[in-house]
T-cell receptor, first 116, second 112 residues
Framework: NAGVTQTPKFRILKIGQSMTLQCTQD?????MYWYRQDPGMGLKLIYY???????DKGEVPNGYNVSRSTTEDFPLRLELAAPSQTSVYFC???????????????FGPGTRLTVT | DAKTTQPNSMESNEEEPVHLPCNHS???????IHWYRQLPSQGPEYVIH???SNVNNRMASLAIAEDRKSSTLILHRATLRDAAVYYC?????????????FGQGTRLTINP
């Protein structure tokens, strides 16, 4: 298994440009997540999805959009990029929790985005 | 979300045990205690989790206080590769509440 893969690894955007960060997992996980991490800080949840066709906002959703048309893919769209979106973006996935069993999240390697 | 408190940084020597503390005095009965770590320039990596009893796996041990208001992650024999930021996170088991809320964690330095 490749696990969770993210592309691109690095990207520089000009203010106002748009882009899509790609995330794919091959573990057949129901749940997928997007986090951002600013320098020296912990991760913050942007959006998450509990299955194909279902998405929901996390703590910091403004300026982002997501879609989940398949179990494997969960792309994150940035419209009208702003300097405040300069960050490292991590995608993660996990199996659906069942009963009183808690499962871990598996993280991708991240995309380092700079907006200037 | 229930909050956790961890020291900002800790330092230890290679091949010695490391005890990383976490306080979570407002934990609820349905909160699991999860530990993740983040090596430099990588995504977070799951370490261990538990509910009430102490837990062991190949990476670490988790000791949970009887009142569940604190826990300790134990690395039995630290190596240089264990230098990372360690996050203690409470995660409700309620169906659908899948979010991980990351604090600033403890930055662990391992001296050769």
């Amino acid at each position: 298994n490749a696990g969770v893969t993210q592309t691109p690894k690095f990207r520089i955007l000009k203010i106002g440009q748009s882009m899509t960060l790609q995330c794919t997992q091959d573990m057949n996980h129901n749940y997928m997540y997007w986090y951002r991490q600013d320098p020296g800080m912990g991760l913050k949840l942007i959006y998450y999805s509990v299955g194909a066709g279902i998405t929901d906002k996390g703590e910091v959703p403004n300026g982002y959009n997501v879609s989940r048309s398949t179990t494997e893919d969960f792309p994150l769209r940035l419209e009208l990029a702003a300097p405040s979106q300069t960050s490292v973006y991590f995608c993660a996935s996990s199996p659906r929790d069942r009963g009183r069993t808690s499962y871990e999240q598996y993280f991708g390697p991240g995309t380092r985005l700079t907006v200037t | 979300d229930a909050k956790t408190t961890q020291p900002n940084s800790m330092e230890s020597n290679e091949e010695e045990p490391v005890h990383l503390p976490c306080n979570h005095s407002t934990i609820s009965g349905t909160d699991y205690i999860h530990w993740y770590r983040q090596l430099p320039s990588q995504g977070p990596e799951y370490v261990i989790h538990g509910l009430t009893s102490n837990v062991n796996n190949r990476m670490a041990s988790l000791a949970i206080a009887e009142d569940r208001k604190s826990s300790t992650l134990i690395l039995h024999r630290a190596t240089l590769r264990d230098a990372a930021v360690y996050y203690c996170i409470l995660r409700p088991i309620i169906q659908g509440a899948q979010k991980l809320v990351f604090g600033q964690g403890t930055r662990l330095t391992i001296n050769p």
